[in-house]
């Protein structure tokens, strides 16, 4: 597989439930974000990694709790979640330093219904 | 503070015609990057054209092209040709040094037959 990979695809959750979104990229990009994409809102960014090291955490409440093992691979751990969490979950990954890889990459989103 | 805005939430456009989707924001850094991205009805996010603010010339990807105007901080998208398949939403994105987007309301473009 090629790009940014994102699992599942679509996921419904009761408030109580815990459930976890995974984000995958094979571009050896150093770089990983999770954006939150709500109707009638611009995207709002969440969480931001480099090298595996959270670098931004963009006043997310805790019910949200991100997790990246290592440069590939980054997951979101969703617990007590509320209905209006209900949304577009965008992965992306962008490349080390450079004018040439400073394009974020999407993948095509889980799109999350609470409960 | 970074900020992107769009100022048309809709427009439509004949196919084969040219449309221009606008884009402005601000920013108080020197060097940053300008992108727009669209987002077909399947949901992925896709790159449509980047400009870097050092480079006065104008960015072209086939049919799609930019006007960068650095001093009035406008960064439009004009579609030539326009194809069935151009329909989706269209978001204007700010990069900063920082390596991260502010992104735009978007913009839902619809190409008739």
């Known amino acids: 597989e090629t790009g940014v990979t994102q699992t599942p695809r679509h996921l419904v959750m009761g408030m109580t439930n815990k459930k976890s979104l995974k984000c995958e990229q094979h571009l050896g990009h150093n770089a990983m974000y999770w954006y939150k994409q709500s109707a009638k809102k611009p995207l709002e960014l969440m969480f931001v990694?480099?090298?595996?090291?959270?670098?931004e955490n963009n006043s997310v409440p805790s019910r949200f709790s991100p997790e990246c093992p290592n440069s590939s691979h980054l997951f979101l751990h969703l617990h007590t979640l509320q209905p209006e969490d209900s949304a577009l979950y965008l992965c992306a990954s962008k490349g080390r330093g450079g004018l040439g890889t400073d394009t974020q990459y999407f993948g095509p989103g889980t799109r999350l219904t609470v409960l | 503070a970074q900020t992107v805005t769009q100022s048309q939430p809709e427009m439509s456009v004949q196919e084969a015609e040219t449309v221009t989707l606008s884009c402005t924001y601000d920013?108080?850094?020197?060097?940053?990057?300008l992108f727009w991205y669209k987002q077909p009805p399947s949901r992925q996010m896709i790159l449509v054209i980047r400009q870097e603010a050092y480079k006065q010339q104008n960015a072209t990807e086939n049919r799609f092209s930019v006007n960068f105007q650095k001093a009035a901080k406008s960064f439009s998208l004009k579609i030539s040709d326009s194809q069935l398949g151009d329909t989706a939403m269209y978001f204007c994105?700010?990069?900063?040094?920082?390596?991260?987007?502010?992104f735009g309301k978007g913009t839902k473009l619809s190409v008739k037959p």
């Open positions: 994105a700010l990069g900063g040094s920082q390596g991260n987007l502010i």
């Open positions: 920013t108080s850094e020197s060097n940053y990057y």
């Open positions: 990694y480099n090298f595996k090291e959270q670098t």
